[in-house]
C-alpha cells in the first residue's frame, strides 16, 4: 500500500503516536489537581450534564415512587411490628447521647471525630465506559467539596472524591480496583479492631479488610464502620458486614471478606460527609495537608 | 438552522451516554452486566460513511477529548480511539457495497473492536484484572445487545438527517 503510508503520513502518524503515549503518561501519573484547561472543560460539561441528567432522574423518581405506592400495604404492616422496637431503640439513643454530651462536658473536650457537616449533592453522570468506578457530582469546590472526603448514601459508605473542580467533584467507588485506594476502618463489637479496606473482590462482589490484629478474634456478622483514624474520614460511617474471615498470604495477620453494606448501581443522592475536626494526612489520602499549608 | 442539527445530534448523544450509564451495572440473578452507550461512536460511523470523513474524525477527536477529559482523566485514549474508528470506517466501506443493512453491522463489529481495545488497554495498565472470559460475558455481550437495540432503532434517523444535510449542502455550494 503505497499510497496508504507515504513519508508524510507515516511522520505524522509516528508524532501522533508519540504524542499520544506522552499524553496518557502524563495523565497516568498521581496528580493531585486537574490543570485549569481541565477544570474549564469539566465544569462546562458538567454544567450540561446537569441540564440532562435531571430530568431523567425525575422521571425515574417518579417511577420509583408508583413502585413503592404499589408495596405500601405489605410494607405498613412490616412496618408496624417493628414500631415498638424503635420506640425502645430511640429513648436508649437519646439516653446515651444526652449521657455523651454531659461526660463530653467533665472532661472538657469538644472536638469529636464522629462529628461531620453533611453536603447534598446529586450523581450527575457515570462513568459510562465504566472501567473505573467513578461517579460525578454536582457539587465542587465553592461548596466546600474537598480532595479525599468520604461520599455515603443513606445505606452506608460509597467511596470518596478523588478530583474536585469549582463546580464538580469525582468519586471513585469503593469497588474500584486502584492498589492506592485504602480506607482506615474498624470492626465494632466489645472491642474495637482496627484494618483498612484495601481492594475489592470482583467475582465475590465484596470488599477486603486487610492488616487485622491476628490477636483478636472476629467473627461473620461483625459490623464495619470507618474508624476515623485515616485522617479525612468521620468515624462511624457503616461500611459492612463481615462473610468470612481468613489469614492473609503471609499468615501474620487476619483479614476478612466484607460485603458492603451501600448498594454501588443506581446512585442518584449522595451526601458528602466533611469532617469537623480538623484533618490530617493519613491512610485514608494524601496530598491534603500539604495544600492546606501552601493555602 | 439544518447547519447545525449534525453536531447538535453528536452534542446530544454525548450527554446521553452517561445518563444511560447511570443504569448500568444490571443486576440479573445475582450477577452484574454491564451496558455501556456507545451511541455517540456509532453516530460518527455514519457521519464517517455517509457525510464526510474528515469531518467526522473532526467531531470524533472533539468528543474523544471531552470524554478524556471530563470522566477517565486519562487524556489521549479516546481522542486518539475516535477517530481512528472513523478512519477505519471510511476505509471499510470503500471495499464493500454501502447500503443501511452493511453500515449497521460495520459500525456494531467496530464498536466490538473499540471495546476490546478498552479492555486490553486497561489491562494492560493493570486498573482491571477480569479475564477474557468474564469480559466477553460480563461486559461485551450486553453492550452489544443494547447497542445494537439502540441502532436498529434509531439507524434509520442518523442516514436521514446526514442525508437531508448532504442534499442541502450540495444544493447550495457556499
Redesign the interface.
Known amino acids: 500500500m503505497p499510497q496508504f503510508f507515504s513519508n508524510k503520513r507515516l511522520i505524522l502518524l509516528l508524532v ?1 503516536v508519540i ?3 506522552a ?2 503518561s ?3 501519573r498521581d496528580r493531585d489537581n ?1 490543570s485549569l484547561p ?1 477544570q474549564i ?2 465544569d462546562v ?2 454544567f ?2 446537569s ?3 435531571k430530568p ?1 432522574q425525575y422521571i425515574t423518581g417518579v417511577f420509583d415512587n408508583v413502585d413503592s405506592l404499589l408495596n405500601t400495604y405489605e410494607e405498613n404492616k412490616r412496618l408496624k411490628g417493628r414500631l415498638e422496637e424503635f420506640a425502645k431503640l430511640q429513648a436508649d439513643v437519646n439516653d446515651l447521647a444526652s449521657e455523651n454530651t454531659r461526660l463530653r462536658e467533665v472532661v472538657d473536650k469538644q472536638d469529636d471525630l464522629r462529628k461531620y457537616e453533611p453536603i447534598q449533592a446529586t ?10 468506578e ?1 461517579i ?1 457530582l454536582d457539587k465542587g469546590e465553592v461548596h466546600g467539596v474537598e480532595k479525599n472526603m468520604a461520599i455515603m448514601t443513606a445505606q452506608g459508605l460509597i467511596g470518596k472524591v478523588v ?1 474536585t473542580t469549582p463546580f464538580t467533584s ?1 468519586v471513585e467507588l469503593l469497588s474500584t ?3 492506592n485506594y485504602r480506607v482506615s476502618a474498624m470492626v465494632t463489637g466489645e472491642k474495637e479492631v482496627f484494618g483498612l479496606i484495601e481492594g475489592y473482590d ?1 467475582e465475590r ?1 465484596e470488599l477486603i479488610l486487610k492488616r487485622i490484629d491476628s490477636n483478636i478474634e472476629i467473627k461473620k456478622g461483625q459490623k464495619i464502620m470507618s474508624s476515623g483514624l485515616g485522617g479525612i474520614f468521620p468515624k462511624g460511617i457503616l461500611i459492612g458486614e463481615i462473610t468470612e474471615v481468613s489469614t492473609d498470604d503471609f499468615g501474620l495477620t487476619n483479614m476478612a471478606y466484607v460485603k458492603p453494606a451501600a448498594d454501588f ?4 443522592h449522595v451526601m458528602i460527609a466533611k469532617r469537623v475536626m480538623t484533618t490530617v494526612d493519613g491512610t485514608d489520602g494524601e496530598n491534603t495537608a500539604i495544600d492546606e499549608d501552601e493555602s | 438552522m439544518k447547519r447545525f442539527i449534525v453536531p447538535a445530534i453528536a ?1 446530544v448523544l454525548f ?13 440479573i440473578n445475582g450477577e ?1 452486566r ?1 451496558l ?2 456507545r451511541f455517540l461512536i456509532m453516530y460518527l460511523i455514519f457521519i464517517s460513511i455517509y457525510y464526510s470523513r474528515n469531518r467526522a474524525m473532526v467531531y470524533a477527536l472533539l468528543f474523544g477529548l ?1 470524554y ?10 479516546y481522542s ?1 480511539l475516535y477517530p481512528l474508528i472513523c478512519l477505519l470506517a471510511s476505509y471499510i466501506v470503500k471495499f464493500i457495497h454501502q447500503n443501511l443493512l452493511v453500515t449497521t453491522i460495520v459500525s456494531l463489529v467496530l464498536v466490538a473492536g473499540l471495546e476490546f481495545a ?1 479492555f486490553q488497554f ?1 489491562s494492560f ?6 479475564s477474557l472470559q ?1 469480559f466477553v460475558s460480563e ?1 461485551l455481550i450486553p453492550t452489544m445487545i443494547a447497542n445494537s437495540i439502540f441502532l436498529v432503532v434509531l439507524g434509520w434517523a442518523f442516514k436521514y438527517v446526514i442525508n437531508a444535510r448532504l442534499l442541502q449542502r450540495l444544493n447550495q455550494p457556499n
Open positions: 501522533g504524542f499520544l503515549v499524553l496518557i502524563f495523565s497516568l486537574a481541565e472543560i469539566k460539561v458538567g450540561g450534564q441540564i440532562f441528567s431523567t450523581v450527575i453522570a457515570r462513568n459510562p465506559d465504566q472501567w473505573e467513578k460525578i478530583l469525582t480496583q486502584n492498589p470482583d462482589k448501581a443506581l446512585l442518584d | 452534542v450527554y446521553l451516554e452517561p445518563v444511560f450509564g447511570l443504569f448500568s451495572p444490571l443486576d452484574y454491564y455501556i452507550p471531552l478524556d477529559v471530563f470522566f477517565i482523566d486519562i487524556i489521549g485514549l486518539f478498552l486497561f495498565i493493570g486498573l482491571t484484572d477480569i468474564a461486559r
